[in-house]
């Protein structure tokens, strides 16, 4: 038997609502169904699992078009530097998402300028057998096409990736929205929220390996990283790692999507919510 550096039994299950209408992107995460919307527990130490000194938080909500993911992050002092598209923004602070299929996973990060990061990834034994050779998307000669396996945990009994570091989603939306001054160390802020709108359309990839409909039906369960690296870390004798996550992983890298959150996606709206048909109200 297979045994991850993170059990099984630890890693959380989450329910995401369904809202009626297109949330309109705005990052600042104001409206009804974001402020009802279940969140998930305080982040941990990506590695140790141990409690981080700021808070962070996270929600999805879908509809038929779009995955919505919602960021709450506490930060005392916001800095970010990164402004061109696919900078290395882990290297600095960003929140990210990572969505995993059978046989492909994609990741996406964002900073408090709204800078972006993307990239996809398929695993080698199912490259050809997935039908990705066959996508000149996914040539082997494609812009930022590259062998990649992984950053901490680069013995996965599955084998090496091929990442794909330019690859961008089709659609997708994203927005920042700050509670304080970026990059000003004599001000003390409370932090920044993001908000994401990854259209299923372009997902569709992720759903071929197992069949998987898109957008998903009822109770149907995929896997989901969310995740924050930084430069805030906690005094020793604190363990921080600078990377916090929903679920703990055990190795320093997100690439592991065994350790990833269930997802369970229902069509029913968010409880208290079913009589309210804007998700604005």
């Known amino acids: 038997m297979i045994v991850f550096p993170w059990p099984d039994a630890k890693i959380p299950h989450y329910t995401a609502y369904y809202v009626p209408q297109t949330l309109k992107i705005s990052g600042r995460l104001n ?18 699992g141990e409690p981080t000194i700021h808070d962070t938080r996270a929600s999805v909500l879908w509809d038929d078009d779009f995955l919505y993911v919602g960021f709450w992050v506490e930060e005392p002092f916001l800095a ?19 969505i995993a299929g059978k046989d492909a996973y994609y ?16 695993w080698e034994d199912s490259y050809e057998k997935g039908g990705f050779a066959k996508a000149p998307e996914f040539s082997r000669l494609a812009p930022g096409a590259q062998p990649w ?24 939306r994203c927005a920042v929205a700050t509670d304080g001054n970026i990059n000003d160390p004599t001000t003390r802020d409370r932090g920044w929220t993001a908000e994401v709108a990854f259209p299923w ?27 924050r690296f930084n430069q805030i870390k906690e005094a020793p004798p604190a363990r921080d790692s600078g990377g916090w996550a929903w679920s703990a992983h055990g190795v320093w890298d997100s690439h592991v999507p065994e350790c990833f959150p269930y997802i369970h996606f229902t069509r029913e709206m968010i409880p208290g919510l079913e009589g309210n048909r804007s998700p604005g109200i």
Not at 31 to 48: I, N
Not at 217 to 227: A, I, K, P, Y
């Open 80 to 98: 970010a530097t990164m402004t061109g598209r696919d900078d290395p923004i882990w290297q600095e602070n960003d929140v990210e998402v990572f």
């Open 149 to 172: 396996n992984g950053v901490g945990y680069t013995s996965h009994p599955r084998g090496p990736r091929i990442g794909f570091f330019q690859w961008d989603l089709p659609g997708m």
């Open 107 to 122: 990741e996406f990060e964002i900073n408090p300028l709204g800078t972006i990061y993307e990239a996809f990834f398929v």
């Open 31 to 48: 409206e009804s169904v974001w402020r009802h919307a279940p969140r998930s527990p305080r982040f941990v130490d990506l590695v140790t």
């Open 201 to 227: 359309s372009g997902l569709e990839w992720l759903a071929r390996g197992d069949g998987r409909a898109v957008p998903p039906r009822e109770g149907d369960v995929w896997r989901m990283d969310f995740s």
